[in-house]
């Protein structure tokens, strides 16, 4: 047997093996609570999706509740979930409000799964790279600026939440290697409720404080539903050819508007929200399995830039095809 067809060989049987582990996975007679802070973003939604389309798969059972994107009540929604006895709890987002919550089950028994939450209380939290989606879209920016220039940040969740917090520092540190780009003070602070209306007139006053020329880009820091009305300001004002957008999250809405040729949103990290949910559930399969699991389980990103990659990876994720 040559060194070519072994190797193959090894790989369709480590390929074949890994299929088998995954078949064997059951949550056959378990109970899962899966609590989503909300479903009105696609994020939040997709992942919801994922975690209780998989754990169905798995032969279990799903009790949802959903907070409504009020982080007390998607808290509060634990004590169902506690009552209900359920065998394990998959948790999606939500703030420090859910630590008490999540001791309480851990106390009854009951394990905690956490989705883009790290907490002590967890077995395991399943999440994108954070510091890679950081990273990657400061080299992004830097790029669109070609290096030097001015650009504002909407940066309203990284005191609050963690994983916002590492992509604005992340972001912000890769920028640290181009001194010839400045962020422009004060930041921007975006609402959640209604945030493509809140950044578009956020983004109008900006843009008559800094006349063209001294703006050249504008970064949403955590998510990208921003971005959606920073670019119909720029439209408004005849600025889309001069300003530069960058974003995280590359959802189905903010793909489409990549996609179109000579939009000013030119860069975004895509995550896989269904596949994190999915991962999570099937992590519940591998704890009641007996498997080891580690702290974190990390999906990996797709970095996008240009009209291309924006229709590609809006395929790749399921969403459609965009002409």
Not at 143 to 170: H, M, P, Q, T
Not at 178 to 200: G, V
Request: hydrophobic share 40%.
């Amino acid at each position: 047997m040559t060194k070519k067809l072994i190797k193959i060989t090894a790989l369709a049987l480590s390929v074949f093996a890994a299929h088998g582990a995954q078949a064997a996975l059951s949550l056959q007679g378990k109970t899962i609570g899966v609590a989503v802070v909300g479903t009105q973003h696609f994020w939040d939604r997709e992942a919801f999706k994922g975690a209780s389309d998989e754990v169905e798969h798995l032969g279990g059972k799903v009790v949802a509740v959903d907070g409504g994107r009020d982080n007390q009540v998607h808290a509060d929604n634990h004590d169902i979930l506690l009552a209900r006895k359920v065998d394990a709890v998959i948790s999606i987002l939500g703030d420090s409000a859910v630590e008490p919550k999540f001791k309480a089950l851990r106390a009854a028994g009951i394990p905690v799964f956490t989705v883009d939450h790290v907490s002590p209380y967890s077995i395991n939290n399943t999440t994108s790279d954070n510091y890679s989606i950081g990273s990657t879209i400061g080299r992004y920016t830097a790029e669109a600026l070609g290096g030097k220039g001015n650009v504002a940040v909407f940066n309203a969740f990284s005191n609050s939440l963690r994983i916002c917090g590492i992509r604005y520092d992340l972001w912000k540190y890769v920028l640290k290697d181009y001194p010839d780009i400045k962020i422009i003070q004060p930041e921007l602070a975006e609402q959640y409720a209604n945030s493509p209306e809140d950044a578009r007139k956020k983004t109008l006053e900006l843009l008559s404080q800094h006349p063209k020329g001294t703006l050249d880009a504008i970064h949403v820091a955590c998510w990208d539903q921003p971005a959606i009305g920073i670019v119909q300001a720029l439209e408004e004002s005849g600025r889309a050819g001069d300003v530069k957008v960058t974003a995280i999250d590359a959802g189905p809405e903010t793909l489409e508007i990549m996609a179109e040729k000579g939009s000013p949103l030119v860069a975004n990290v895509a995550q896989q929200p269904r596949l994190i949910g999915t991962t999570s559930a099937d992590n519940v399969a591998r704890y009641f399995a007996g498997e080891k699991l580690q702290p974190q389980t990390f999906v990996p990103v797709l970095p996008v830039k240009g009209p291309e990659e924006a229709k590609a990876v809006y395929k790749q994720l399921g969403y459609g095809e965009l002409k």
